[in-house]
Nanobody, 124 residues
Framework: QLVESGGGSVQAGGSLNLSCVAS????????MGWFRQGPGQEPEAVAG???????TFADSVKGRFTISKGNAENILYLEMNNLKPEDSAVYSC?????????????????????WGQGTQVTVS
């Protein structure tokens, strides 16, 4: 089970921090990631982090977003800065890929076995 929190409404240029708490599976294997889907848009990979701590980001958020894990391996964060209206979407965390998935492959949504319900981010 994955449960996200931290979404909300913010003005352009502002910041939000998302959290995701995972339970019910082996947290240390593979990647954890954040994905988003805006209204009328296809799902989009945002950021991923593998078991070794290597991070990867979509070009659209590089330099603005940071992904990290908490001290407990079952917590995932997404720090979002300099938000833009086009960042508005439902943000979902995902976890539990095969253990050999790492690096840029953490952005491959089809590798993930567990998904959260999502949290809404609105930037105006």
């Amino acid at each position: 089970q994955l449960v996200e929190s931290g979404g909300g409404s913010v003005q352009a240029g502002g910041s939000l921090n998302l959290s995701c708490v995972a339970s019910g599976y082996t947290h240390s294997r593979g990647c954890m990631g954040w994905f988003r889907q805006g209204p009328g848009q296809e799902p989009e990979a945002v950021a991923g982090i593998d078991s070794g701590g290597t991070t990867t980001f979509a070009d659209s958020v590089k330099g603005r977003f940071t992904i990290s894990k908490g001290n407990a391996e079952n917590i995932l964060y997404l720090e979002m800065n300099n938000l833009k209206p086009e960042d508005s979407a439902v943000y979902s965390c995902a976890a539990d890929t095969p253990p050999w998935i790492s690096g840029d492959s953490c952005l491959w949504s089809y590798e993930y076995r567990h998904w959260g319900q999502g949290t809404q981010v609105t930037v105006s």
